[in-house]
C-alpha cells in the first residue's frame, strides 16, 4: 500500500475556501473509547481509506489503549460512518457527541495520528488502576449532585476554563492536563471523604482523573458521562438549567461552543466583561486570549503593539522578518498572565508614540526587500 498517500498535503487555504463552498451540511461528533488494539499502524490506514471516501474530516488519534476522535463528515453518511465503526470490533456500538452548535466548518482536513496514548497525560498507568473510574453521572444527576453541595472540579487546562465552567468549580491554574491533575490532588487534599463531581470537555480526561484521584484516597468520585458536550446536548433535550455558564472551549476551528448566554471572563486586553476568544493574527505570535471586539479592532486582531506592527506590514516584508523565526502552534500557548500583558502593552504604547516604530531593525529588512524587488 502507498501509505504516504494517506494523507492531505493541500494548502490550508486552499482547503478552507474548499470547505466554504461545499453545499453539503456537515455534522460535527466526538467519541473516544479505552480499548486494546492491535496493529495500529494498518488500522490506520484502512480507516483513512474508509473514511476519507465518506468526507470525514478532523483528528482522530489511536493508540495501544483506544481511539479519541473530533470530527465532522456530511451529515447523509452519518449511517455509514455508523456501519463502518461497527465493521471494527474494538468500534462496535460507539457512543458519540454531537455538537451543539455547529456550521460543520470546524475541520480542514483528516487526520488520523498514532499516538503512545489517546489522552497525553503523563502519568505511569502501572502505577494506579486505570480501570478503577469514578461513578459517571448524566446531567440530571450532575446538578442534584451540584445543588446538595459535592465539590466541583474542573479537569481542564486553566485557559479552557476561563470563558465557561460549572458555577462554584475549584478551576485549575495549570496548563496542562498532568499538572491539573497534580494540582487538584494537593488542593483537594483533606478533603477525601467528601462526595467530588469531576467534569471535562468530552469525559476522555475524567476516565484517567477519576481513577487517579481515587487511588490517592478520595472515596466519592463521580464524573459527569459525555463531558461539557454531552451535558448541554441533555439539557436542552430535557429542558434543564444548566449550571454550566458561558462557553465550552473546543479543540477545532470555531475554538468555543456557546452553551448559556452568559459571560464569565473579561478581555485581556482592557478589562471589559468579554468572552470573545481568539488567536494573535501574528503567525509567530498566535497566542490565544480573550479579547473584546474593540480592542480586535484597535489592535488589529494582535495581542499587542508589536505584534501588530508586524501584522500590518507588507506581506513580503513580514516574510523576511520572520526568516528563521519558529511558528509557535494554536492553543498551546495561552495568556496566563493578562496583568503582565497589560503592562507590556503600555510600555509599547509609550515606546511607539515616542519612535513611530517597534522595531527600529525592520527599516533596514524593508529596504532591502525594496531595493531587491
Ligand atoms: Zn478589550
Ligand atoms: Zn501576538
Not at 60 to 77: D, K, T, W
Not at 116 to 129: F, M, N, T
Not at 149 to 159: C, E, H, K, Q, T
Not at 201 to 220: D, M, V
Request: charged letters at 30%; aromatic letters at 6%.
Amino acid at each position: 500500500m502507498e501509505t504516504h498517500r494517506l494523507r492531505n498535503l493541500l494548502h490550508p487555504e486552499l482547503l478552507r475556501e474548499r470547505l466554504a463552498a461545499e453545499v453539503v451540511e456537515r455534522t460535527t461528533l466526538s467519541f473516544y473509547r479505552y480499548v486494546r488494539l492491535t496493529g495500529t499502524e494498518a488500522l490506520r490506514h484502512a480507516l483513512y481509506t474508509e473514511w476519507e471516501q465518506l468526507g470525514v474530516l478532523g483528528r482522530i488519534y489511536l493508540s495501544q489503549e483506544g481511539v479519541n476522535a473530533q470530527i465532522s463528515l456530511p451529515r447523509a453518511n452519518l449511517d455509514a460512518f455508523r456501519s463502518s465503526l461497527d465493521a471494527h470490533v474494538a468500534f462496535q456500538g460507539m457512543p458519540w457527541k454531537i455538537a451543539v452548535e455547529d456550521d460543520g466548518k470546524s475541520f480542514l482536513k483528516l487526520k488520523i495520528k498514532v499516538r503512545e496514548k489517546i489522552v497525553a497525560d503523563g502519568l505511569a498507568d502501572d502505577a494506579y488502576d486505570v480501570t478503577n473510574v469514578g461513578s459517571h453521572l448524566d446531567a440530571e444527576n450532575f446538578n442534584r449532585k451540584l445543588e446538595e453541595g459535592a465539590l466541583v472540579i474542573d479537569m481542564r487546562n486553566s485557559y479552557e476554563c476561563l470563558i465557561g465552567h460549572f458555577e462554584g468549580a475549584y478551576l485549575p491554574k495549570a496548563d496542562t492536563f498532568r499538572g491539573a491533575i497534580e494540582e487538584v490532588k494537593e488542593v483537594m487534599k483533606g478533603q477525601e471523604e467528601k462526595e467530588v463531581l469531576l467534569y471535562c470537555t468530552g469525559g476522555i480526561r475524567c476516565e484517567k482523573a477519576s481513577a487517579y484521584l481515587k487511588h490517592h484516597g478520595f472515596a466519592n468520585v463521580n464524573q459527569l458521562h459525555g463531558g461539557i458536550i454531552d451535558y448541554a446536548r441533555q439539557i436542552k433535550a430535557q429542558g434543564l438549567e444548566s449550571r454550566y455558564k458561558g462557553q465550552n472551549f473546543v479543540f477545532d476551528e470555531r475554538l468555543a461552543e456557546r452553551i448559556t448566554d452568559d459571560v464569565v471572563s473579561t478581555c485581556m486586553q482592557c478589562g471589559a466583561t468579554s468572552d470573545r476568544i481568539s488567536n494573535c493574527q501574528e503567525a509567530t505570535c498566535n497566542m490565544l486570549l480573550v479579547q473584546c471586539e474593540a480592542c480586535a479592532t484597535k489592535y488589529a486582531r494582535c495581542c499587542s503593539p508589536s505584534c501588530r506592527e508586524i501584522h500590518q506590514l507588507p506581506i513580503e516584508a513580514q516574510r523576511a522578518w520572520r526568516k528563521g523565526r519558529s511558528t509557535r502552534s494554536t492553543k498551546t500557548k495561552a495568556i496566563n498572565d493578562p496583568d503582565g500583558l497589560r503592562q507590556r502593552i503600555r510600555e509599547e504604547e509609550e515606546l511607539l508614540a515616542r519612535d513611530g516604530t517597534l522595531y527600529p531593525e525592520l527599516i533596514e529588512v524593508i529596504q532591502a526587500k525594496t531595493n531587491s524587488a
